[in-house]
């Protein structure tokens, strides 16, 4: 089992950045595979970014390559997304997630029915 624990979110003005930290514990993060989601009000759950469990492999949604940048350290136990020139429509609630993957695995889902560990979300509000 393993326990998620966002943090870093809050209120920034249109241009600013954030970075966002989750947290594991209950299990070691090396060897899971870490992906960030985010969902609006009355909107569906949206990929945002993943990295595989070694973080050799990273993969992004299209629309946010550029301004969004995840990144991980297994020996803290802790993804990061670090997120630049913000916009309004970046606001939303962040949750990050976990799926155990083989050793040496590239692999890191852009399908949230794919992670099996998930926390509870960090809220991000971007003001005009």
């Known amino acids: 089992q393993v326990q998620l624990v966002e943090s870093g979110g809050g209120f920034v003005q249109a241009g600013g950045s954030l970075r966002l930290s989750c947290v594991a514990s209950g299990r070691t993060l090396s060897s899971y595979a870490m992906g960030w989601f985010r969902q609006a009000p009355g909107k569906e759950r949206d990929f945002v970014a993943s990295i595989s469990r070694s973080g050799r492999n990273t993969y992004y949604a299209d629309s946010l390559k550029g301004r969004f940048t995840i990144s991980r350290d297994n020996a803290k136990n802790t993804v990061y997304l670090q997120m630049s020139s913000l916009k309004p429509e970046d606001a939303a609630v962040y949750y990050c997630?976990?799926?155990?993957?083989?050793?040496?695995?590239?692999?890191?889902?852009?399908?949230?029915?794919?992670?099996?560990?998930w926390g509870r979300g960090t809220q991000v509000t971007v003001s005009s």
């Open positions: 997630a976990a799926v155990n993957t083989p050793p040496y695995s590239a692999n890191a889902p852009r399908l949230s029915d794919d992670y099996d560990y």
